[in-house]
């Protein structure tokens, strides 16, 4: 498998004394959908390019029993051509089991909602590449994915729902 120490060539450690590793323990696809609605009709030639709406989430839980092991899922949703001219839909759930030590703890949740779907993304990439060619469509080349942005947009998500939600008197 793969192991990372994103602590650069300083070789900073953590507070104990041991470096800092992020190992990836597994791969996997946890869903994969791909439906073609119009199929044969649609693989006839295109005389414009269908929109694509993609859509992208990120989801981590620890792994139950797991010292240090967290189950990070990418979620990617590509749909071509729009409503009833829906060229195809496919959908993709892949998943991680990622290893993380020796980290200090507010480092963590930009490890997994930033670190590990960046390294699972070309993989997720090249599967839905893959599925969209072997349908008979142009394979779906994905455009790479700002993980950092999507994390501070749903950061800051958070904040504001927790300012909007009323505060209680017991």
């Known amino acids: 498998m793969s192991q990372t120490e994103p602590n650069g060539a300083n070789g900073a450690t953590a507070a104990n004394g041991a470096a800092p590793s992020l190992n990836i323990l597994a ?3 946890k869903d994969l959908s791909f439906e073609s609605p119009k199929a ?33 899922r990418l979620t990617l949703n590509a749909r071509a051509g729009e409503g009833a001219d829906t060229l195809f839909h496919v959908e993709l759930e892949y998943g991680g089991v990622f290893r993380l030590e020796h980290f200090p703890q507010e480092h963590m949740l930009p490890l997994l909602f930033i670190e590990c779907p960046r390294l699972l993304f070309p ?11 072997n349908a008979g469509f142009p394979p779906l080349m994905i455009d790479p994915i700002d993980f950092a942005a999507l994390f501070q947009q749903r950061v800051a998500e958070e904040r504001a729902r927790q300012q909007v939600q009323p505060v209680t008197n017991a």
Do not use: K, M, W
Request: proline share 4%; aromatic share 6%.
């Open 123 to 133: 993989f997720a990439r090249q599967i839905v590449a893959d599925v969209t060619r």
């Open 27 to 29: 791969q996997y696809i």
């Open 40 to 72: 044969p009709a649609s693989l006839r030639g295109q005389t414009r390019a269908p929109g694509i709406n993609i859509g992208v989430n990120v989801g981590a839980n620890a792994v139950q029993g797991g010292d240090n092991e967290y189950d990070v």
